[in-house]
């Protein structure tokens, strides 16, 4: 060894020193000594081309192949059956179904009440409920004018025997 190569190595490792490059993590220094010869730290060719890693083929799994998770965001849903059937005499009565469970059975229900739900819910909705109610309304106008004419005949007839 001669004198002139220990100052260049003394230069070197000086100049090592000083750059910027010996300041960073020595984490660096073992992937480049990882990396085959001819190849820089990225795993590529010095030329810049890349060559693809060779891979064993794996052997096709036996079953059915296990779901990927899906991205979406899943939506819990509630089954609730609610259920109002009305009478031509304008009763109405309300049963819910909670999936296959009955919560409530043979509800009695004011019209009126039908009348405010189903226009709270949707036009689509009040406008068909309303004709029934309507109707029923009728029926029973018709029904209690002639009752009245039944109760003042029976008033008459009463009055008649009173003599």
């Not at 010996?22 to 990882?34: F, R, W």
């Not at 004011?110 to 309303?130: F, M, Q, T, Y």
Request: hydrophobic residues 40%.
């Amino acid at each position: 060894m001669s004198v002139e190569a220990v100052t260049h190595d003394e230069n070197a490792v000086a100049e090592a020193a000083e750059s910027p490059a010996a300041e960073a993590p020595e984490a660096t220094e073992p992937a480049a000594a990882a990396s085959p010869a001819g190849q820089d730290s990225t795993g590529t060719p010095e030329g810049g081309e890349a060559t693809p890693p060779v891979a064993e083929s794996p052997k096709p799994k036996r079953g059915r192949p296990k779901a990927t998770p899906s991205s979406a965001k899943k939506t819990r849903t509630v089954e609730l059956t609610l259920t109002v059937t009305g009478t031509a005499d304008g009763e109405w009565q309300a049963e819910l179904k909670n999936g296959s469970k009955w919560v409530a059975k043979g509800l009695e229900i004011p019209a009126a009440a039908v009348s405010r739900a189903a226009k709270e819910l949707h036009e689509d909705l009040s406008g068909p409920i309303d004709e029934v109610i309507n109707a029923a309304r009728e029926a029973q106008a018709a029904k209690v004018a002639q009752l009245e004419a039944e109760l003042e005949a029976a008033k008459a007839a009463l009055a008649e025997l009173d003599v």
